[in-house]
């Protein structure tokens, strides 16, 4: 997908660079869509314009989903035990 800009003199964010950032820090409790939004050096209301024009989701929702999928990577592959997922 193409860089997202809602017309205003913002950072141009793509799903990409959105995703690899939760992808980084998927086992970081911590992190949420404030610190997202800070990672990526925009607002959180502009994320969630961005996040949702694009996929049609909160970035809560993404960072949700996104968790979920690396999980069941993990334990498809048998890498960790299922205690550590």
Known sequence: MGR???GRARPALTVCMIEKII???FDDPQFDVKRLAASLGV???YLYE???IALGVTPRRLIESLRLR???QLINERR??????
Do not use: L
């Open 4 to 6: 997202i800009n809602s």
């Open 23 to 25: 992808a980084d820090r």
């Open 43 to 45: 607002s959180t209301q």
């Open 50 to 52: 961005v996040v949702n």
């Open 70 to 72: 690396k999980a069941a």
């Open 80 to 85: 960790r035990p299922m205690i550590c997922v």
